[in-house]
DNA sequence: TTCGCCATCTGGATCGATTCAGTTAGCTCG
DNA sequence: CGAGCTAACTGAATCGATCCAGATGGCGAA
């Protein structure tokens, strides 16, 4: 006989012998009734096993779903398993959980031209870290609520950090003590896959992730005061930002004969730090004396380690929050560029 | 005048001149109709700007919603910035996209009597790692699919790898060579939180995490064969699989005096082990001629360190794939266990 | 010619809630 | 006493699709 079909408010209302609008109003507006009657309907309900009103029918009426879709730039594997990424999410979904909201994870591969499964019922979108250029966001209904985070989005409110007076206030950190021979390794610049160097053609003006941008532009900055070209400063490219990835490409680079290899690496995150610092180490080289190293991030790995990581903390939780908030409508949306902190640490004293 | 009103299927049936039936059936049931009618409905919807059937309403009359919920243990922030547990995600996002479902992310502390917004108009939920004891899943509805990752629901397909063996071998592994004061470091036993030594009143019996008493298991039973007396050796405790939670364990741990220090760590996954070489490191201990390490998981961070790290490979993204596939009626539910490689690294030649 | 069949298309009931415009009863107040 | 008001509750339309049970027409076969 198959399952007993679910109960519904109406066969409720049937049993109690009241109006389907009346247990509505139990459940989603106490004061519309009185308590004695709100407390009956809830009773029978539970003791019929009536498991409150329907999700899917409740969104069709209402026009909302109480879900918002968190659009993750490149596969999931990438964006989640980054201390940055999952900070930003935790940071959303607690403030979403707290509103009775749940969180949709796309990511940027899915967005084809037709949003998959159930995508396209989200009452906002939340978009992490795509590259502008790529018109990823086509698919997603034109009315509905979206926040960026980390680049910009035409006629949208976004959330970013100071990426460019970060980056230049720890370069000239970096800076102050004379390097012979600095180095960036920076995070993906364009959608067009790229590990290891870069030649000059390549670079600030091609660069399409806006976070890459600005941390670069922040550099040149601080390179520039310092006496250095920025266009010779030697700069690495790394796809992604995993220990996996970024391995090679700075191993090729600690490889290079002694009076080629940098003395200092303006990393673009902690983790492309950290596997430097691991590298390094694995080679015999001294942190900071034979090479210093800055990261971005402050992830707490960084600071566990000896020595201890000098970076830019970013409050990514806090992204995240503000990201959500934005999104629910409770504070304004409107743009935002959080500050960071620099810290000082060993890798780069 | 606020927005012109979402175009809907009857809109574009009535522009069309055909009945609503044909328009769905052009978007659901190309066979249900002719080609050349077909062709015209499409294109006369994209040019309107009809976006396709509304996902809200669509869900309400089939009953399904093409989403799968992943119910995480602990808080996001723990649950996802973690090798094993993004793998797992990416692994459940592959499958589902491909059968244009998407993912929604729940994490335990969401549980609670109501399920928070749409989480109830699943399809399915994938549940991974909770504590069996902790009743968490009565909220969900109860005819819907489930599958448990790592885990044990009463009734329900799990998806396993052979703790159990796998743990024994690399143990035995590890104590072929003569241990002078091997150590555990294992995850959370119980729902109780607990960081560091645990007394033997505390052990195998009250592990309430399944893969955890399964893998305590493995190593008592090596360390039975080894002649150590299993409830003899030290076991300390991290709640979390992160840098940040195990380090100071481990510091405790390894800031023993000398002739009290383990020579021997047994650790539960590769992030302990992980940091424990790191910290080992910091403190000038040699690995593996002062201290030996295995690990648990195979992450690829611990194949690029030097020393290489001796583990146990389990390969969690095709872990996610048969969870999903199973969720989504791909493959029979049933309880299936994947097996392990043991990976003879450095850390524990 | 007539019958049956298939391909193609249609009408309308239905999914399970929410919500708005009432209705009723009870109470207050001049 | 009766008008007016409010609190409490109701009936029915509605959200936007899906999908069953037909209707229609054209074509081939007997």
Same mark, same amino acid.
């Given at each position: 006989?198959?399952?007993p !079909?679910?109960? *519904?408010?109406?066969?409720?209302?049937r049993?109690l012998g009241v109006? *389907?609008?009346?247990?509505?109003?139990a459940?989603?507006r106490p004061?519309?009734?009185?308590?004695? $009657?709100?407390? =009956?309907i $809830?009773?029978?309900?539970k003791?019929?096993?009536?498991?409150?009103?329907?999700a899917?029918a409740?969104?069709l009426?209402?026009?909302r779903? !109480? +879900? @918002?879709?968190?659009v /993750?730039? #490149?596969s999931? *594997?990438?964006? +989640?398993?980054d201390?940055v990424?999952?900070?930003l999410?935790?940071?959303?979904?607690?403030v979403?959980?707290a509103?009775?909201h749940?969180?949709?994870l796309?990511?940027?591969? %899915?967005m084809?031209s037709?949003l998959?499964?159930?995508?396209?019922m989200?009452?906002?979108?939340i978009?992490y870290g795509l590259?502008?250029? %790529?018109?990823?966001?086509?698919?997603?209904?034109?009315?509905?609520?979206?926040?960026?985070?980390?680049f910009?989005?035409?006629g !949208?409110p976004?959330?970013?950090?100071d990426?460019?007076?970060?980056?230049?206030?720890?370069?000239?950190?970096a800076?102050?003590? =004379?390097?012979?021979?600095?180095? @960036? +390794?920076?995070?993906r610049l364009t959608?067009?896959?790229?590990? &290891?160097? @870069?030649g000059?053609? =390549?670079?600030l003006l091609?660069?399409?992730?806006? @976070?890459?941008?600005?941390?670069?532009? &922040?550099?040149y900055?601080?390179?520039?005061?310092?006496?250095?070209d920025?266009?010779g400063?030697p700069?690495?490219n790394?796809e #992604?930002?995993?220990f996996e990835?970024?391995a090679?490409?700075l191993?090729?680079?600690?490889?290079?004969?002694?009076?080629e290899?940098?003395d200092?690496?303006l990393?673009?995150?902690?983790r492309?730090?950290?596997?430097?610092?691991?590298?390094?180490?694995?080679?015999?080289?001294?942190v900071?004396e034979?090479l210093r190293?800055?990261?971005?991030? &402050?992830i707490?790995e960084?600071?566990?380690?000896?020595?201890? /990581?000098? *970076?830019?903390?970013q409050d990514?939780?806090?992204?995240? !929050?503000?990201?959500?908030?934005? +999104?629910? &409508? $409770?504070?304004e949306?409107?743009?935002?560029?959080?500050?960071?902190?620099?810290?000082?640490?060993d890798?780069c004293p």
């Amino acid at each position: 006989m198959s399952t007993p !079909r679910r109960m *519904t408010l109406k066969d409720l209302a049937r049993e109690l012998g009241v109006s *389907t609008a009346t247990i509505s109003n139990a459940f989603n507006r106490p004061d519309q009734l009185s308590p004695a $009657l709100r407390e =009956r309907i $809830l009773g029978e309900a539970k003791r019929l096993g009536y498991r409150g009103p329907d999700a899917k029918a409740r969104s069709l009426r209402t026009g909302r779903s !109480r +879900i @918002i879709a968190v659009v /993750l730039a #490149e596969s999931l *594997t990438y964006s +989640i398993n980054d201390a940055v990424a999952s900070e930003l999410l935790s940071g959303i979904a607690e403030v979403l959980d707290a509103h009775g909201h749940t969180l949709l994870l796309l990511s940027a591969r %899915q967005m084809r031209s037709e949003l998959p499964g159930a995508a396209s019922m989200a009452d906002g979108y939340i978009v992490y870290g795509l590259m502008p250029s %790529q018109d990823l966001l086509e698919p997603l209904p034109p009315q509905s609520p979206l926040v960026a985070v980390d680049f910009d989005v035409e006629g !949208r409110p976004s959330i970013h950090v100071d990426d460019e007076p970060a980056c230049y206030a720890i370069a000239r950190h970096a800076l102050s003590r =004379r390097a012979r021979r600095p180095a @960036i +390794i920076n995070l993906r610049l364009t959608a067009e896959p790229c590990n &290891g160097p @870069i030649g000059a053609d =390549r670079r600030l003006l091609s660069a399409d992730q806006t @976070i890459t941008r600005s941390r670069l532009s &922040g550099f040149y900055r601080a390179l520039a005061e310092a006496g250095h070209d920025p266009a010779g400063v030697p700069m690495w490219n790394v796809e #992604e930002n995993t220990f996996e990835v970024c391995a090679p490409v700075l191993e090729a680079l600690l490889d290079l004969p002694e009076d080629e290899r940098p003395d200092l690496l303006l990393c673009m995150s902690d983790r492309i730090a950290l596997t430097a610092l691991t590298l390094a180490e694995r080679r015999g080289l001294r942190v900071p004396e034979d090479l210093r190293l800055t990261g971005f991030d &402050g992830i707490a790995e960084g600071q566990y380690r000896a020595p201890r /990581l000098t *970076t830019v903390r970013q409050d990514s939780v806090e992204k995240g !929050r503000m990201a959500a908030r934005m +999104i629910l &409508g $409770l504070i304004e949306p409107r743009s935002h560029t959080l500050t960071t902190d620099l810290w000082l640490g060993d890798s780069c004293p």
